[in-house]
Nanobody, 122 residues
């Protein structure tokens, strides 16, 4: 079984920064991609940033230039560095991993973290 543990959320003033972390543990053969999603009350969940096993990254337009996704393969950890935070960034942020659990089983599975709240307010 796989577990994703998120940390780093909190309350920050507009213009401030936060770094979210998500560590994957358990039966993991390889991670194909990890990403960060967010969901604000009354809004659809959206993909914020994604990083693939090849290092490709994608960002939602609203965070381009402000957020940076990165990974540490040795730790099975993905980070989201969030700079120049805006009130519109306020949401619950969820880590997602698309991964293989064993060498034999070539299927990929998706796992979700519990979510971490980011609140940007004065």
């Amino acid at each position: 079984q796989v577990r994703l543990v998120e940390s780093g959320g909190g309350l920050v003033q507009p213009g401030g920064s936060l770094r979210l972390s998500c560590a994957a543990s358990g039966t993991i053969f390889s991670i194909n991609a990890m990403g960060w999603y967010r969901q604000a009350p009354g809004k659809q969940r959206e993909l914020v940033a994604l990083i693939t096993n090849g290092g490709r990254t994608n960002y939602v337009d609203s965070v381009k230039g402000r957020f940076t996704i990165s990974r540490d393969n040795a730790k099975n950890t993905v980070y989201l560095q969030m700079n120049s935070l805006k009130p519109e960034d306020t949401a619950a942020y969820y880590c997602n991993a698309d991964l293989r659990t064993t060498f034999r089983d070539r299927d990929t599975y998706n796992y979700w973290g519990q979510g971490t709240q980011v609140t940007v307010s004065s």
